[in-house]
């Protein structure tokens, strides 16, 4: 759950307290998902956690957090991407 803080704004301090504060919201998102020290082997869920400053999202970093394999997160955004842009239909199936 290493995020990643690229705000060249920012300081390195600003920069550690920020990724300090991601990795809580984390801990907190994966504990509410799957469950209290769950092996990940075990996990049902994956996520990731973007963010970035409202309004700028043009000249700004995105910072990322989760528990997914950076492939498997970029495969999410893709299919999420296609689906916000009507080019995959929304299913109300779930995956097993």
Do not use: C
Not at 43 to 60: N, Q, T, W
């Amino acid at each position: 759950m290493n995020p990643e803080i690229n705000d060249p704004e920012m300081t390195p301090q600003e920069r550690e307290l920020a990724s300090a504060a991601m990795q809580n919201m984390a801990r907190v998102i994966d504990y509410t998902l799957n469950g209290k020290d769950t092996p990940k082997d075990q996990k049902h869920y994956g996520f990731a956690l973007l963010v970035y400053p409202f309004g700028e999202i043009d000249r700004s970093h995105i910072n990322y957090v989760g528990t997914g394999e950076r492939g498997d997160v970029l495969t999410a955004l893709k299919e999420l991407v296609a689906r916000w842009e009507g080019r995959m239909p929304q299913t109300t199936e779930t995956r097993q």
